[in-house]
């Protein structure tokens, strides 16, 4: 701070000096104002009489100094202080107001594409991702997308599993009557609409706790999902063949490559029946008796990320 402070704001100060004073003031008499005559020279006369002389008033020179110098100090110590606060409290990097914020650029990953479920170069563990499938037991459909978390493998023949759950892809020729009891032939009416090959499924004898087939759509294309249990105890039921027991359906009749779907004992299976531009389709998740409810959730999200690409 400058040491002539006090001087040069004297010398602002000399101007009041020229200030006319009027020579008439108001003073207040029972609460009326009425005319006073002070004079200037008056009121000085009249004040020094008003001061108490036996009062000890300090001598040090600043007491000599006049009252406008100190009003006038305090003045500008306070215009100091603001200032100080002011800057204190933006800086000398804050932004000025009439500059635009600046924008901070967020980069989002691009989306891999889904890959060929049936087409990988080798067989095994599967990245987590979306996959599709464009054919089914070798008809020709549009893209049907899963997506498949950690864990996940697959072995070519339409269907990928992690641990002692499955999901398969399958177009049925022929529905068995009685998967119990397979030698009692296949389901009369057709399996290849939406409504008779829910309704052959949904039907069929041998299985426990089926519910009712409800209506779904993905995608715009028509389905129907339902679930149904195998018995705990095949004992009292007949193999097709030697080693398949209870099997559901038989497809790949046309290609002369006759092929079974057969479960185990206890089995939970959800089934997913799509019309795919008139292709009727299943696709299904099995889940082996005693596992915990997770493994359940995951294959009902499994079913749930189904989409299809219809090009």
């Known amino acids: 701070?400058?040491?002539?402070?006090?001087?040069?704001?004297?010398?602002?100060?000399?101007?009041?000096?020229?200030?006319?004073?009027?020579?008439?003031?108001?003073?207040?008499?029972?609460?009326?104002?009425?005319?006073?005559?002070?004079?200037?020279?008056?009121?000085?006369?009249?004040?020094?009489?008003?001061?108490?002389?036996?009062?000890?008033?300090?001598?040090?020179?600043?007491?000599?100094?006049?009252?406008?110098?100190?009003?006038?100090?305090?003045?500008?110590?306070?215009?100091?202080?603001?200032?100080?606060?002011?800057?204190s409290r933006f800086g000398d990097n804050a932004t000025p107001s009439d500059e635009p914020s600046p924008t901070v650029a967020v980069t989002v990953p691009p989306v891999p594409p889904a890959q060929a479920l049936f087409e990988q170069p080798t067989l095994g563990e599967l990245e987590p991702g979306a996959y599709y499938v464009d054919e089914v037991d070798g008809t020709a459909t549009p893209r049907i997308i899963v997506?498949?978390?950690?864990?996940?493998?697959?072995?070519?023949?339409?269907?990928?599993?992690?641990?002692?759950?499955?999901?398969?892809?399958?177009?049925?020729?022929?529905?068995?009557?009685?998967?119990?009891?397979?030698?009692?032939?296949?389901?009369?009416?057709?399996?290849?609409?939406?409504?008779?090959?829910?309704?052959?499924?949904?039907?069929?004898?041998?299985?426990?706790?089926?519910?009712?087939?409800?209506?779904?759509?993905?995608?715009?294309?028509?389905?129907?999902v339902f679930q149904r249990k195998t018995p705990a105890d095949f004992s009292g039921c007949t193999p097709v063949q030697t080693s398949f027991m209870f099997p559901s359906w038989e497809n790949g009749s046309e290609l002369g490559q006759r092929g079974f779907s057969y479960y185990p004992p206890g089995d939970t299976e959800n089934v997913l029946v799509l019309d795919v531009d008139t292709t009727i389709v299943i696709l299904e998740t099995r889940v082996n008796a005693g596992q915990p409810a997770a493994v359940h959730a995951e294959m009902a999200a499994l079913l749930d990320s189904i989409r299809i690409d219809g090009g």
């Open 147 to 224: 997506t498949v978390g950690d864990g996940w493998s697959h072995d070519g023949f339409w269907s990928i599993a992690k641990g002692d759950a499955i999901m398969t892809f399958s177009r049925p020729d022929r529905v068995f009557l009685d998967s119990c009891h397979p030698t009692d032939g296949y389901h009369a009416g057709p399996v290849t609409t939406l409504d008779g090959l829910a309704a052959a499924l949904s039907e069929q004898g041998g299985w426990v706790d089926v519910t009712t087939p409800s209506d779904i759509s993905v995608d715009g294309y028509a389905g129907k």
């Open 1 to 87: 701070m400058r040491d002539d402070f006090d001087p040069v704001v004297a010398d602002r100060f000399k101007v009041l000096d020229h200030v006319p004073v009027p020579d008439t003031w108001s003073r207040v008499v029972d609460h009326v104002a009425v005319p006073d005559t002070w004079s200037r020279v008056r009121t000085t006369e009249e004040v020094l009489n008003m001061v108490d002389l036996e009062t000890a008033v300090p001598t040090e020179p600043r007491q000599q100094r006049p009252m406008r110098v100190l009003v006038a100090g305090i003045v500008a110590a306070a215009a100091v202080v603001a200032i100080v606060l002011v800057a």
